[in-house]
């Protein structure tokens, strides 16, 4: 029998040990980053290789009040069938903001953009994990793809990005129109890419609106009905081997590994930028545009003061749920860390927002924070840090403001602005320290090498095209001709390769990178579309089939972290829990052994 003066150093040895390996489990599991696993939805609902089948079931008075109170977002129930699989009793309801108000005012067209709820009615219901997407009309698009094409660029560049399909809508089993689907940046997308413990998500959205509801509807939606004629497609070639530069596995690109962490910040007060912004395009665009200049300090993330009252739109504008006063405390923090230009990578991803705005930069995307209406973008924020995340690049490829094509080309790489860069911190702040700018520049620099000149982007629009090119020519509800559609195609070719030439002259002194350059272009920016009315000319698109892109492996944080997580898939955390269980175990014994021993109830 063990001596009664033994037991108490073997108890205390066996707690000990007990506690010690609990907190070894806890700490590890704490600290450890998320091991995530892509959910199912991404690969069986966002194919991009695939065109998607969405069939929408829904009554006539369903129908009718989804389209004569569109304005007002409701949701109305239908049933969703998408790749012969049905989910019934499905939120469905119109969403947008401009593109929202201009259908919504044409007695000529009802194609609105839709946002689909599966859980909307019947709780926690979804498709294979998703329960909320958008459908997008691609209005101001000719071409479908400028917003596809945009994601895929961000996606290059290792922003986390919704995931995308095009889909062939089908209303009542009737023909309806060739859209794009696009997750929502909501709690799957969150979870996706961040895990189950994510952090905040903001969509700031000034109070300046895209007018021009029921007054003077653009003449460019009056034609929404159109007769093809045969026209075949000039796409013959076979593009399916296309391939992805950002899924290819290599570590040659990581310009960040550059950085000096120390020491990084400057004082705001040497900023070149604050009051020396180039000129403007000053455009007649023939529609109720904002003011060239933002009023809107909070979206614009202008530091205002310390209280958090200051900041209410913001705040109002969270996406996630509850939001605490440290939250509001940490926003403050960021914005006035932009305002002085002091410890900026304490509250910011500055890698991140760099790849962001680099890849909008290139697509001279103004329909966004880049413009006066400081919107169409989110803000995550986790443990303090900030990122920026895409959303809405229907307007892309300088199609938002914009009517001169050379100021599209030549749009200034070191002022990516229509708004004066003292309105526009998030981009001017950062670019003021030169060690970031370089790394910004890095970015472009990737872009023009290894997304436009090894040949990616044009056979990535080949590509797209064989594959929308018949659902675009039947599109029953289409806003363009196929003629349009097909000029479109050919000017979005030319949009890449004479963007990264005045790229790359800007980035080598050759062109001013301040203001606008003077490279001559062949671009029709007319012809790619935008919000209002557009005369476009009818021409043919050549195919090229070389294919030559180079590798890159974006250096996210986290070891690229992005897919979502489901715990009851996640084998370390199964390991975890099975180790935990087992060191409770060992302490639960050992105080029953304990308690035993005392009362003399056995012994050993």
């Known amino acids: 029998m063990i001596k009664e003066k033994y037991i108490n150093a073997i108890s205390f040895v066996l707690i000990s040990t007990a506690l010690f390996f609990c907190f070894i489990i806890y700490f590890y599991n704490k600290f450890t980053p998320e091991t995530l696993v892509t959910p199912d939805y991404v690969n069986k609902i966002f194919n991009k290789d695939e ?19 569109a304005i007002e977002e409701k949701y109305v129930v239908a049933n969703i069938t998408i790749n012969d699989t049905t989910i019934n009793n499905v939120g469905i309801r119109a969403k947008g903001n401009s593109s929202l108000q201009q259908v919504a005012s044409n007695d000529d067209t009802d194609r609105f953009s839709f946002k689909i709820n599966f859980s909307e009615y019947i709780s926690d219901q979804n498709l294979y994990g998703l329960e909320k997407l958008v459908l997008n009309n691609t209005l101001g698009d000719t071409t479908y793809m400028k917003e596809s094409l945009s994601y895929d660029l961000m996606e290059f560049l290792g922003v986390n990005t919704p995931a995308y399909a095009f889909a062939n809508i089908k209303i009542n089993n009737s023909d309806w129109g060739l859209y794009l689907a696009v997750e929502t940046l909501e709690e799957d997308f969150l979870e996706r890419y961040y895990g189950k413990d994510y952090g905040n998500l903001y969509k700031p959205e000034s109070d300046e609106k895209v007018g021009n509801k029921a007054n003077n509807p653009p003449n460019n939606l009056s ?35 550059n950085i000096d ?15 020396n912004s180039p000129p403007r ?39 996630t749920k509850g939001l605490t006063e440290l939250d509001k405390n940490n926003y403050i923090k960021m914005v006035k860390s932009l305002d002085t230009g002091k410890n900026m990578d304490k509250y910011l ?39 920026i995340l ?16 050379s100021k599209v080309i030549n749009f200034p790489i070191d002022t990516p602005v229509t708004d004066t860069m003292e309105n526009s911190p998030l981009i001017s702040s950062i670019l003021n320290v030169n060690e970031y700018k370089n790394l910004y520049h890095s970015y472009l620099d990737h872009i023009v090498n290894n997304y436009i000149n090894s040949g990616y982007f044009k056979n990535k629009i080949n590509y797209l095209n064989d594959l929308i090119y018949e659902y675009v020519k039947n ?26 030439k005045s790229i790359y002259l800007q980035l080598n002194n050759m062109q001013p990178s301040t203001e606008y350059g003077t490279l001559e272009t062949r671009l029709n920016i007319q012809s790619l579309g935008s919000i209002n009315n557009m005369d476009n000319k009818k021409d043919n698109l050549n195919k090229n089939n070389e294919y030559n ?56």
């Open 51 to 69: 065109v998607l089948q969405i069939n929408i079931d829904i009554s006539e008075e369903n129908f009718t009040s989804l389209i004569e109170n």
């Open 223 to 257: 034609n929404n009905r159109r007769d093809n004629n045969g026209l075949k497609s000039p796409y013959n070639e076979d593009n399916n081997g296309l391939k992805s530069p950002y899924n290819e596995d290599n570590n040659n690109f990581n310009p960040q590994n």
């Open 261 to 275: 962490n120390e020491n990084r910040s400057q004082n705001f007060s040497n900023n070149t930028y604050k009051n």
């Open 281 to 319: 395009d000053n455009t007649n665009n023939n529609f109720n545009f904002p003011n060239k200049t933002s009023n809107n300090k909070e979206t614009s993330l202008i530091y205002i003061d310390d209280n958090t009252s200051s900041y209410s739109k913001i705040f109002d504008s969270i996406v």
């Open 349 to 387: 991803d500055i890698d991140e927002i760099l790849r962001y705005f680099a890849a909008n930069t290139f697509l001279v995307n103004l329909d966004s924070y880049a413009g006066s209406m400081k919107h169409n973008y989110y803000l995550y924020e986790e443990n303090g840090v900030f990122q």
């Open 390 to 405: 895409p959303w809405d690049f229907n307007l892309s490829f300088g199609t938002f403001q914009m009517n001169d094509s």
């Open 475 to 500: 599109d029953k509800t289409a806003f363009y001709s196929l003629d349009e559609y097909n000029l479109g195609v050919e000017n979005l070719i030319i949009f890449g390769e004479d963007r990264a």
């Open 549 to 604: 892109p180079k590798d890159f492996n974006p250096n996210n944080k986290n070891n690229n972290m992005p897919n979502q997580n489901g715990f009851s898939n996640n084998k370390i955390n199964i390991k975890l829990l099975i180790s935990f269980s087992f060191y409770i175990l060992i302490l639960f014994l050992s105080l029953i052994y304990i308690k035993f021993y005392k009362t003399k109830k056995f012994k050993i």
